[in-house]
């Protein structure tokens, strides 16, 4: 098998005495829909904010495409190709729609490029993503789902190697997660690897090639998603008995 | 072609204006008050780059005010260097306290920073009560260099020169640095830079995973801000003629400083030269008719007004009504 885009080596993450992230050793291949579960407070935003950058690992090595990411800024590993979705979305709220996409595209992906060519890429995501005709609206009108469109289009304007979404889903209905696993599945098919956080077991289990379970800050489990469902220790986690 | 260039064509027709007004013998009370108006203007313009862009607010305006002036003075004291240069060394080492001020506090968010930099004003004007060389807590007088000349030419003089007297001078010296320090700001905004405060300012952990190099973009904001902070005190030992330290460090231009562009908007260049114009004129009427305690307190219920009814400032105003 080829190098893995993301290897995550024996990382460990401590708040003072408490222990979020023990020892979490797994790797994420190039083009793969990597599954990320766990119950609540298990430590999944915790590997995300590692791997991202905003905190830093206590122990343990990060290695993405080649690059040790120990002690490297977040807006470094965003330039090498890495962009995250934050859970509670987070729009630049002084800014319009695309605005705010121009934001990576103008730092990150396509630096150096004309206004016009930057407002030109942002529409195209827009409208890939169905929310063009918000294009000049302020954030603050936004639906719940109108906002996670807006994080994960300005996430995926930075055009990265590896998108990792932080429960893009919470709070959408049936049909509008499937709008997002469609967009989501369609940028995948174009090359971009993705890790995807969720709580609606459904939407990870049809998107995923393979899954993780994080428990307690440990990983517990690792396979195909129908391992994953049928995996005793993930459902003793889930269920908490 | 004209429409574009209609900011850099407004700028020379009020430079050309400055300049005519001090060729028309006016009273010399109008440019000792113009000139207070428009160096409010320009510390106003200098702390948005940083509060009203960045959204980090800055206390220690006095501070870097006090290292502009002092730098002048003790160039003065050290070899009576003229004017320019002053103004240069000035905005230089402030700039360069930016920088350093920067480094050490910009990782602490909002109330913190603030309370940071309002703590270096304060060191600074202890540090200069104790300077024998540049007059310690007593003071100092300076007299303005006598025909100061630039390029050969007479720039002061009663019969030759450009100027006919120094008040004259330094107006038209202000208007200028005023008139670039909102050039800066206004390139700034509407460039990469701008842009990339602005989304400092809406979400710091957002602007740095989608690319922003934040920390950089607000060193390079403190030290702008400061170093025009700086030039704008460099010029005020020349036209007070006397300073000491409770002057050059006076603590009311923190608040000034932030209530200026409030006042008149922080998101777009505009808002602080309104909201300094207004205020600065204000208070030198103020300053002529009533006390300046109860200048400070007109200040007060301004601000409370401005932020309860128009928090985007008279600019949000305006765009509102339209
Ligand atoms: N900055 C922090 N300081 C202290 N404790 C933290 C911090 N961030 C997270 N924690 C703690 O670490 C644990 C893991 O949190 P994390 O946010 O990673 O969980 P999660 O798996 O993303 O949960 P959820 O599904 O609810 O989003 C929780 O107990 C949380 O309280
Ligand atoms: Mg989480």
Redesign the interface.
């Given at each position: 098998m080829s190098e893995p885009l993301l290897n995550i080596d024996s990382v460990t993450k401590n708040f003072g005495g408490f222990t979020a992230l023990s020892n979490v050793t797994t790797e994420v291949q190039v083009g793969e829909r990597f599954g990320l579960i766990g119950p609540n407070g298990s430590g999944k935003t915790t590997l995300i904010n590692c791997i991202?950058?905003?905190l830093n690992n206590d122990g343990g090595t990060i290695t993405f495409d080649g690059h040790n990411l120990n002690g490297m800024?977040?807006?470094k590993r965003?330039?090498a190709g890495i962009?995250?979705t934050?859970q509670i979305p987070?729009?630049?709220?002084?800014?319009t729609v695309m605005?705010n996409l121009?934001?990576?595209i103008?730092?990150?992906s396509g630096t150096g490029a004309s206004q016009a060519a930057i407002a030109e890429q942002a529409m195209s995501i827009l409208e890939t993503m169905g929310m063009a005709e918000k294009a000049h609206q302020e954030t603050s009108g936004l639906t719940q789902i109108e906002l996670r469109k807006l994080e994960l289009a300005?996430?995926i304007a930075?055009k990265p190697k590896l998108l990792i979404s932080d429960e893009a889903m919470a709070g959408l209905t049936g049909n509008e997660v499937d709008e997002v696993l469609e967009i989501l599945i369609s940028f995948n098919e174009q090359g971009m690897t993705i890790i995807m956080i969720e709580h609606i077991m459904r939407a990870v289990m049809q998107f995923s090639h393979r899954v993780i379970c994080l428990d307690a800050g440990e990983l517990i489990a690792e396979g195909k998603p129908d391992e994953i469902v049928k995996d005793k220790g993930v459902e003793r986690a889930y269920l908490g008995v | 072609m004209i429409m574009r260039y209609k900011f850099e064509i407004g700028c020379v027709a009020f430079l050309v204006l400055a300049f005519i007004l001090t060729q028309l013998g006016l009273n010399r009370f109008f440019f000792f008050a113009g000139f207070a108006v428009l160096q409010f203007i320009m510390i106003a313009t200098a702390w948005n780059i940083l509060g009203g862009y960045g959204g980090y607010i800055n206390f220690g305006t006095a501070g870097f005010l006090g290292v502009g002036s002092y730098t002048s003075i003790a160039l003065i004291q050290w070899s009576n260097v003229s004017i320019v240069p002053q103004i240069i060394a000035a905005a230089a080492l402030a700039g360069l306290l930016g920088l350093a001020i920067g480094y050490f506090t910009l990782r602490l968010k909002g109330v913190y920073f603030a309370i940071a930099t309002l703590a270096l004003a304060i060191v600074l004007e202890t540090v200069v009560n104790n300077w024998d060389f540049v007059g310690g807590a007593a003071g100092i007088s300076i007299l303005p260099t006598r025909k100061p000349e630039l390029l050969g030419a007479v720039i002061v003089d009663r019969k030759i020169g450009v100027f006919g007297n120094y008040k004259e001078f330094l107006f038209f010296l202000i208007a200028g640095m005023t008139i670039f320090s909102v050039w800066v700001a206004r390139t700034i905004e509407k460039g990469?830079l701008g842009?990339?405060l602005?989304?400092i300012?809406?979400?710091e952990?957002?602007?740095?995973?989608?690319?922003?190099?934040?920390?950089r973009l607000k060193l390079i904001a403190t030290t702008i801000s400061g170093a025009l902070m700086g030039a704008a005190g460099g010029i005020f030992p020349s036209y007070l003629t006397f300073i000491d330290p409770l002057t050059a460090f006076n603590l009311e231009f923190a608040v000034y400083s932030l209530a200026m562009p409030m006042i008149g908007g922080t998101?777009t260049w505009i808002g602080p030269v309104l909201g300094g114009l207004l205020l600065g004129t204000v208070q030198q009427v103020a300053i002529v008719t009533i006390s300046s305690e109860l200048n400070l307190l007109i200040l007060g219920v301004v601000l409370v007004v401005f932020v309860t009814f128009a928090p985007h400032g008279l600019v949000g105003w305006f765009m509102k009504k339209n």
């Amino acid at each position: 098998m080829s190098e893995p885009l993301l290897n995550i080596d024996s990382v460990t993450k401590n708040f003072g005495g408490f222990t979020a992230l023990s020892n979490v050793t797994t790797e994420v291949q190039v083009g793969e829909r990597f599954g990320l579960i766990g119950p609540n407070g298990s430590g999944k935003t915790t590997l995300i904010n590692c791997i991202s950058g905003l905190l830093n690992n206590d122990g343990g090595t990060i290695t993405f495409d080649g690059h040790n990411l120990n002690g490297m800024k977040a807006h470094k590993r965003t330039a090498a190709g890495i962009t995250r979705t934050f859970q509670i979305p987070r729009p630049f709220h002084s800014m319009t729609v695309m605005d705010n996409l121009k934001i990576p595209i103008e730092f990150v992906s396509g630096t150096g490029a004309s206004q016009a060519a930057i407002a030109e890429q942002a529409m195209s995501i827009l409208e890939t993503m169905g929310m063009a005709e918000k294009a000049h609206q302020e954030t603050s009108g936004l639906t719940q789902i109108e906002l996670r469109k807006l994080e994960l289009a300005r996430a995926i304007a930075a055009k990265p190697k590896l998108l990792i979404s932080d429960e893009a889903m919470a709070g959408l209905t049936g049909n509008e997660v499937d709008e997002v696993l469609e967009i989501l599945i369609s940028f995948n098919e174009q090359g971009m690897t993705i890790i995807m956080i969720e709580h609606i077991m459904r939407a990870v289990m049809q998107f995923s090639h393979r899954v993780i379970c994080l428990d307690a800050g440990e990983l517990i489990a690792e396979g195909k998603p129908d391992e994953i469902v049928k995996d005793k220790g993930v459902e003793r986690a889930y269920l908490g008995v | 072609m004209i429409m574009r260039y209609k900011f850099e064509i407004g700028c020379v027709a009020f430079l050309v204006l400055a300049f005519i007004l001090t060729q028309l013998g006016l009273n010399r009370f109008f440019f000792f008050a113009g000139f207070a108006v428009l160096q409010f203007i320009m510390i106003a313009t200098a702390w948005n780059i940083l509060g009203g862009y960045g959204g980090y607010i800055n206390f220690g305006t006095a501070g870097f005010l006090g290292v502009g002036s002092y730098t002048s003075i003790a160039l003065i004291q050290w070899s009576n260097v003229s004017i320019v240069p002053q103004i240069i060394a000035a905005a230089a080492l402030a700039g360069l306290l930016g920088l350093a001020i920067g480094y050490f506090t910009l990782r602490l968010k909002g109330v913190y920073f603030a309370i940071a930099t309002l703590a270096l004003a304060i060191v600074l004007e202890t540090v200069v009560n104790n300077w024998d060389f540049v007059g310690g807590a007593a003071g100092i007088s300076i007299l303005p260099t006598r025909k100061p000349e630039l390029l050969g030419a007479v720039i002061v003089d009663r019969k030759i020169g450009v100027f006919g007297n120094y008040k004259e001078f330094l107006f038209f010296l202000i208007a200028g640095m005023t008139i670039f320090s909102v050039w800066v700001a206004r390139t700034i905004e509407k460039g990469k830079l701008g842009r990339g405060l602005n989304a400092i300012k809406d979400n710091e952990e957002a602007a740095e995973s989608m690319g922003v190099p934040t920390l950089r973009l607000k060193l390079i904001a403190t030290t702008i801000s400061g170093a025009l902070m700086g030039a704008a005190g460099g010029i005020f030992p020349s036209y007070l003629t006397f300073i000491d330290p409770l002057t050059a460090f006076n603590l009311e231009f923190a608040v000034y400083s932030l209530a200026m562009p409030m006042i008149g908007g922080t998101f777009t260049w505009i808002g602080p030269v309104l909201g300094g114009l207004l205020l600065g004129t204000v208070q030198q009427v103020a300053i002529v008719t009533i006390s300046s305690e109860l200048n400070l307190l007109i200040l007060g219920v301004v601000l409370v007004v401005f932020v309860t009814f128009a928090p985007h400032g008279l600019v949000g105003w305006f765009m509102k009504k339209n």
